[in-house]
């Protein structure tokens, strides 16, 4: 049987930009989701943002999951099965020949299957994915350089510079917090249960995923916020207490601070007003 080319899209896009020859999306997966052998057109780079999911190709399986960079060029058939959670990837795709030329040129990996780690890439993921909610001047030239940044720091990863994979027991915290991020918890009561010292706990995690437990948290809660926000008709209070805000104005300072808008004003521009 002779793979599908689907468009990089698969699943739900959230947001999209185009910036310097790349094409940038936001993706949800639902939970469970499986996609058949297909290929892509363009090379591209998949950050994950949340949740997770498994990839074979070139006889190789790759795990992709927070703190992670997959590497998929273009045409090389691969399947994919997603997690238990649903899961939100920011997709790089590189479209113009001129630009692949370029990164070729600079020995970019985009030409091979990889799977990169680090808190530089997430930290560079989640930046590049906050600038397609800003529609700002600046916006398209600070995508733009982002993403070159990124392709940089998966090329130097490439080049033996990679970080190291977070230890098992990091990522069961890790885990953790994605399926009870809503509810308040204690730092020494989630250091004791992952049997090691809260000091070492909050510096091995960020060291690891380029954010504190308190922002890793945050930044679930607004996303989380931000489905709901689409979603439902739930008033905007609500979705912040249940989110884990103290209260509306709570969420609507950090919403803006992450997303360049208000709760309303995310809600509308979600369903086309």
């Known amino acids: 049987m002779i793979p599908r080319r ?17 094409r940038i999306l936001e993706v949800r997966h639902d939970a469970g989701v499986r996609l058949a052998a ?38 090389l058939p691969h399947r994919s099965r997603f997690g238990t959670q649903p899961t939100r990837s920011l ?8 630009l692949a030329l370029r990164l070729s040129e600079a ?25 397609l909610y800003h529609d700002d001047p600046a916006s398209l030239l600070a995508a733009e350089g982002l993403a070159l940044e990124l392709v940089a720091a998966a090329t130097r990863a490439r080049s033996g510079h990679a970080v190291r994979r977070p230890p098992a027991w990091l990522l069961r915290v890790e885990e ?30 960020r060291g690891h ?36 805000f103290c209260d509306q104005s709570h969420l609507a300072r950090h919403f803006r601070r992450a997303f360049g808008c208000t709760p309303g004003r995310y809600r509308q521009a979600r369903r086309g007003g």
């Open 6 to 22: 689907l468009p990089s899209t698969q699943g739900l896009p959230l947001r999209e930009k185009r910036a310097g020859g790349f």
């Open 38 to 75: 297909h290929s892509h057109l363009h090379p591209s780079l998949c950050c994950v943002l949340e949740g997770g999911f498994e990839e074979w190709m070139d006889g190789a399986s790759f795990r992709a999951e927070p703190a992670s960079l997959l590497v998929e060029p273009a045409e």
């Open 91 to 98: 997709i790089l795709e590189v479209e113009c020949p001129r």
């Open 107 to 131: 020995r970019a990996p985009l030409n091979t299957p990889a799977m990169l780690r680090g808190s530089h890439v997430a930290r560079l993921g989640r930046l590049l994915t906050e600038e």
């Open 176 to 205: 953790w917090l994605r399926a009870h991020f809503r509810e308040t918890f204690d730092l020494a009561a989630l250091a004791r249960a992952a049997d090691v010292h809260p000091v070492h706990l909050a510096r091995s995690f």
């Open 209 to 244: 995923f380029g954010e504190s437990l308190g922002e890793h948290v945050r930044r679930l809660r607004l996303a989380w916020c931000a489905e709901r926000l689409a979603q439902s008709e739930d008033p905007v209070a609500r979705i912040a207490l249940q989110s884990g």
